[in-house]
């Protein structure tokens, strides 16, 4: 991918999880050498919150979301409650994530992984942030606390999004953006190219999801921050914008949602 004027937003990339010989800081210089030039950082467990917030602190356009996955929704208590609410006065913290409902987990139980998002949401509430949404097996059980819990007053970013032009369209209108990464570029792909062709233009974003699902011609490899560019280009040809449309109209979405500038 060349360099354009305009420039892109990774709105998830775990840049505390890189394998080992992938260095943060260089994985960041390169990938702004391709046009890439803001990171949001998801956190995932409570005892990793503190790597994020020292990553973006450190390293020129990056930024932090520290929140507890469903994975860890056992970790969920009123102590991680307390030093999450902490965190999120920090100017590098701009969202709660990565969070939500993993139904292909036998553990931590729905009952949990539901306690530990509905508490994020209301924490969200409370801070005026949006969230990242992870969401597997369970779309509409998500949707039904997304109502309940009033999200649309937070909103935020719906993380890689997989379901249907229905699903992203109910997401929207509970002001959460659609976040495309990686699997809209393998060979085969048919919903994310369907649902991002039909989608109002000004609810897409984009995600490396780094170091996971890397696009093609990548796939199965440790994902970097800057195979973003591969997943622009996809998103390009299936709208029929330009590079610097896509990065545009990509990168202003992300911001409006993140409440940033």
């Not at 890439?36 to 356009?61: D, K, M, N, Y």
């Not at 920090?90 to 530990?116: C, K, S």
Request: glycine content about 8%.
């Amino acid at each position: 991918m060349q360099t354009h004027s305009e420039l892109f937003f990774d709105t998830h990339v775990h840049l505390d999880q890189l394998p080992a010989g992938l260095d943060p800081a260089t994985e960041v210089a390169l990938a702004q050498r391709q046009g890439i030039h803001r990171f949001l950082l998801p956190g995932v467990e409570p005892q990793h919150w503190q790597r994020l917030l020292e990553l973006a602190t450190t390293l020129s356009g990056c930024l932090a979301a520290p929140g507890v996955h469903p994975l860890a929704a056992e970790s969920w208590n009123e102590d991680t409650a307390n030093r999450l609410l902490s965190l999120l006065d920090n100017p590098q913290v701009v969202a709660v994530g990565e969070i939500g409902l993993d139904g292909y987990l036998a553990q931590p139980t729905a009952e949990i992984q539901e306690q530990a998002l509905r508490d994020q949401l209301r924490l969200a509430r409370q801070t005026g942030l949006p969230v990242l949404l992870h969401c597997r097996k369970a779309t509409g059980r998500l949707l039904e606390i997304l109502h309940q819990e009033q999200a649309a007053d937070c909103g935020g970013i719906w993380h890689a999004f997989s379901g249907s032009l229905e699903t992203a369209q109910a997401a929207t209108q509970l002001n959460f953006a659609i976040a495309f990464g990686g699997p809209l570029t393998w060979p085969g792909a048919r919903r994310g190219p369907e649902v991002l062709k039909k989608l109002s233009a000004e609810w897409i974003v984009l995600e490396s999801d780094a170091p996971d699902l890397a696009p093609h011609p990548h796939r199965g490899e440790t994902n970097r921050p800057a195979y973003l560019g591969l997943v622009a280009e996809r998103v390009a040809a299936l709208r029929g914008w330009s590079m610097e449309e896509t990065a545009r109209i990509t990168t202003a979405n992300a911001c409006r949602v993140l409440g940033l500038k």
